[in-house]
């Protein structure tokens, strides 16, 4: 893993969202992996060991939520930064009580997502 590019798991059930993100994580640096919803993410994220999870609130099957409970309730992947990205700036604490390290209310510009990406790892180390 030493000198690859740090890989970001991407969650967000809207499209467009989801590939104006990765495009700019990709420009800046990191490789990405797309869910379309919070179940396929919490299966990469088990397959794939991303650094960072970026997680949508409101997903169809298993919203951020959900799936941040669940990631932070298996020992294998439990210490991953998750970021919430959300709409709703009234579920903030209930985001951050499941488990996520960072919430990033939406719209969220591209820059902020990259600086709050960037200090998750940085907390990481």
């Known amino acids: 893993m030493k000198g690859q590019l740090p890989l970001v798991l991407l ?14 994580l990709t420009k800046n640096g990191f490789r990405v ?3 379309a919803d919070g179940a396929e993410a919490v299966r990469l994220t088990k ?3 991303p650094q960072v999870i970026v997680l949508d609130l ?11 409970r ?18 709703d700036d009234t579920q903030e604490q209930e985001a951050q009580t499941a488990g996520a390290n960072a ?3 939406k719209p969220c510009m591209p820059a902020t997502l ?12």
């Open 70 to 87: 669940l990631i932070r309730q298996d020992a294998k992947i439990r210490n991953t930064p998750i970021l919430v990205l959300t709409a």
């Open 103 to 105: 919430v990033c209310v």
């Open 114 to 125: 990259i600086s709050h990406i960037r200090r998750l790892l940085r907390q990481r180390i």
């Open 47 to 49: 397959q794939l060991r």
């Open 33 to 35: 992996a797309e869910a």
């Open 58 to 68: 409101h997903m169809p099957r298993l919203g951020g939520i959900e799936a941040t």
């Open 11 to 24: 969650a967000d059930d809207a499209r467009d969202d989801r590939e104006m993100y990765a495009e700019y």
